[in-house]
């Protein structure tokens, strides 16, 4: 998958709005596999099926 | 372990009955193991070897006073150290863990089943930092090798526990599975191990990685001995809220309908070469005659198409690094430096997906389980590779791209759906690696997976095969 050009500047993003102070061959390889991670995030959107479907979570009123 | 000690769960506790052997002799035994491929081998962090010995001795005094406590009595155990035991504390192969995280000198509750069951603990088996990551070297922990080739990673999390069955350092031992982490270790071992229903096995007491993925399981030589485990760990706890309440099965006596034969059992099979980079040379062959085996023990097979492959693979990825993520907030801010480089690099892959990208991962993962639900009626069982290529060499590992060195893992997607499934050995490379098919089936019909492993293992014999100690190697490189 070829890199966007917006990679190295929406990880670093995310990385500080997280707190996170991580080593630059680190952050080199979330850059990296950034653009192929997201697409097969978005590919979640895609799925006809889940149009009406309720997420997979279970929350009770009562602990 | 000598030649002559019983090998599985089922033939030690035949032997204990029967007199010809005793618990203190099975410890004796299992440690002898352990000493013989420790330290070379990374099975375990603590070895508890005086309160083995004194636990043995009870089950032994019990037993001859007439007080049996089930098939588990007597028998020695390893423990995956992000569980908690009473004898000490459990670290999850971090720096970062605080000591109180948990009750000191408590046993996680599927611990004190075990326990109570009768089951001797002898020690805490290695694990990847947190049950995520792969070996770092720079941390002051094992590197736990693979008994059959040690150049080789045993594969995790569940790494000691699987190494450390291979080798004969228990009879039995506790992993857990988060996507993949039971059965992983157990494909490269050469051993069977069950990732149970989700919520099958409470994991109170036991150190989280993804909250509604995480399952304890037991790993051992057969179907039968996981069998026999299952029917002590499984059962609701109140410290865990995604633990069933589902009636809990004698999976044991489950795996005498039929003992053995599988006529009218209808088997699917996905071989997945459509998402599979590599495979190694033996493989093709190794699962067409694993499918030959349950066929000849009466089952049907037929060819399916797992659904949404690709969307459930990355939901157990996204799912995983986002919860873990959240737990690890705020030391991965603070301590960074501390984590080894594959757990800290996996919890940073966590904070790249949105709240959105979270929920709607759920949404499909509810699709797919109804999706698989139906295919489910049309089959009793599906069989997988649970890896087309065999344990990764340790020095070609890339800690920061976990998925690429274990490209040809098949765990992650049954882990999505949370159905119960199990690696079961069948056969080994050229090279005398260990591989393994998945056998997967309906939630809460861990019993007939079961039963299909155990009807495989009957007709086979690689879930007996053992490696041979060997002087301990020169040191191995490590990608950090």
Redesign the interface.
């Known amino acids: 998958m070829s890199q966007t050009p917006d990679s190295e500047a929406i990880?670093s993003a995310?990385?500080t709005?997280?707190?996170?102070?991580?080593f630059d061959?680190?952050k080199a390889?979330?850059v990296g596999?950034?653009a192929a991670?997201r697409a097969?995030?978005d590919?979640?959107?895609k799925?006809p099926?889940?149009r009406y479907?309720?997420?997979?979570?279970t929350w009770?009123s009562v602990v | 372990m000598a030649a002559d000690e019983p090998l599985t769960i089922v033939e030690a506790g035949r032997a204990l009955r029967a007199g010809t052997t005793t618990s203190r002799a099975l410890v004796q035994a299992v440690q002898a193991a352990a000493d013989q491929w420790e330290p070379d081998l990374g099975i375990f962090l603590a070895r508890f070897n005086d309160t083995a010995l004194q636990a043995a001795d009870v089950a032994d005094q019990e037993l001859a006073a007439g007080v049996d406590r089930g098939p588990l009595h007597g028998i020695p155990l390893g423990v995956k150290d992000i569980i908690a035991t009473a004898e000490g504390p459990t670290t999850a192969q971090s720096l970062v863990l605080e000591p109180d995280w948990t009750v000191a000198g408590q046993d996680a509750p599927v611990v004190a089943r075990l326990r109570n069951a009768g089951a001797v603990i002898v020690g805490k088996t290695s694990t990847n930092e947190y049950a995520i990551g792969m070996p770092d070297a720079s941390k002051p922990f094992p590197i736990p090798r693979n008994p059959w080739d040690r150049e080789r990673w045993s594969g995790g999390s569940s790494a000691g526990t699987g190494n450390g069955m291979a080798a004969g350092a228990f009879l039995g031992g506790l992993g857990t599975d988060t996507g993949g982490s039971v059965r992983m270790p157990a494909a490269y071992c050469g051993v069977t191990g069950l990732k149970a229903t989700f919520g099958r096995v409470p994991k109170s007491g036991c150190v989280p990685l993804g909250y509604t993925l995480d399952g304890v399981g037991p790993l051992a030589r057969s179907a039968a001995d996981c069998a026999l485990m299952l029917s002590v760990m499984a059962g609701p706890d109140p410290e865990d809220p995604m633990s069933a309440w589902q009636p809990v099965e004698d999976y044991f006596s489950a795996l005498s309908l039929g003992a053995g034969d599988l006529t009218g059992v209808r088997i699917g099979v996905d071989n997945l070469d459509r998402f599979t980079a590599a495979t190694d040379d033996a493989w093709p062959a190794l699962f067409s005659t694993a499918l030959d085996e349950l066929r000849a023990a009466g089952a049907t097979i037929v060819d399916v198409e797992l659904p949404l492959f690709r969307e459930l693979v990355t939901i157990q990825s996204l799912t995983m690094a986002s919860e873990s993520a959240a737990y690890h907030m705020p030391d991965i801010q603070g301590r960074w430096a501390d984590y080894s480089v594959g757990a800290r690099y996996f919890f940073a892959t966590g904070t790249t997906y949105s709240a959105p990208d979270y929920i709607q991962a759920q949404r499909v993962r509810r699709v797919g389980q109804k999706t698989m639900a139906a295919l489910l009626t049309e089959v009793d069982l599906i069989v997988t590779p649970t890896s087309t290529l065999p344990a990764p060499l340790l020095a070609e590992m890339v800690p920061r791209r976990p998925r690429v060195s274990l490209s040809a893992l098949h765990t992650f997607y049954w882990s999505s759906l949370g159905n119960p499934t199990m690696s079961v050995p069948v056969g080994f490379t050229g090279a005398g690696l260990p591989m393994a098919v998945q056998v997967s089936g309906r939630p809460f019909e861990d019993a007939l997976v079961l039963r299909a492993g155990d009807a495989y293992q009957r007709r086979t014999d690689f879930h007996l095969a053992r490696p041979v100690p060997r002087p301990a190697a020169a040191p191995i490189a490590v990608s950090a």
Request: proline residues 3%.
């Open positions: 990880v995310l990385l709005m997280a707190g996170l102070s991580i061959d680190e390889a979330l596999g950034f991670n097969a995030v590919a979640l959107y799925v099926e889940v479907e309720v997420p997979a979570l009770s």
